[in-house]
């Protein structure tokens, strides 16, 4: 499939890395073509580099790991190739201006994944993947266990084609939370998650949900 895969830096290469080696025709985009990490992304995995625009308009899905203050800055340079397309947003709303932990710049009443699926009502938004650190997004083996990853979205199409791609990743416990406005869960959950990376010393960790018998 066509991807356009958002960011260049751990998640983008990370997820480009992974979906070029499913054998996906993947194109990374940066906000400058000839930004030296989306360069080296295209010559280590051969898969194709542009602007934000230029990935847009490759993808049939879209996947946007950018920095959460900018993303729909990012997003905004092809918002005329967005239409019907799912976008996959793994980005958080982290705000490091006041030093670590950070705060959220969103949250409660609204979330970053709505923020995006209201700037481009065009995209068929779904929230996933922002819950764990890269490595574990593109190989959860990594982690023991049958441990969990959420999805949110308006689009019960689009939740679908995202999680047959979690599947490939080998996601096997994916709980679908229903629509994008359950995305303010697993990103004020983020809070947690940085404290859980102190405590714990290791970004490679992740939470399963587990039901009563
Ligand atoms: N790191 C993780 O393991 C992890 C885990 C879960 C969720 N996340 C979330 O995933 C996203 C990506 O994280 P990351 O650590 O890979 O990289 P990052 O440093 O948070 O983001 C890098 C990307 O953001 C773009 N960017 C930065 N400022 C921008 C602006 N003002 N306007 C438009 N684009 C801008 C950069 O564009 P250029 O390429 O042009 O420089 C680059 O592609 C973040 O939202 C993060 O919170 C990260």
Redesign the pocket.
Known sequence: MKIGV?????????IGGKLVSLGHDVMM????AD?E??VGFAQRTGGKAGT?GDAIRHGELII????????V??IRQGEQWLEGKTLID?????DFSRGFPPSLSVSNTDSLGETIQREFPQARVVKS???????I?IDPAKIAGNHTVFVSGNDAAAKGQAMDLLRSFGWQSIIDLGDITTARGTEQY?ALWVRLLGALGT?EFNIAVLKAQ
């Open positions: 958002l960011g260049t830096g751990v998640v983008g290469q990370a985009g940066a906000r400058a930004n990490k989306v934000f946007n790991g950018t920095r959460g203050d900018g993303s800055a990012a793994i980005s958080n709303p982290l993947l922002h819950t764990v650190t890269a490595a997004m983020v970004a």
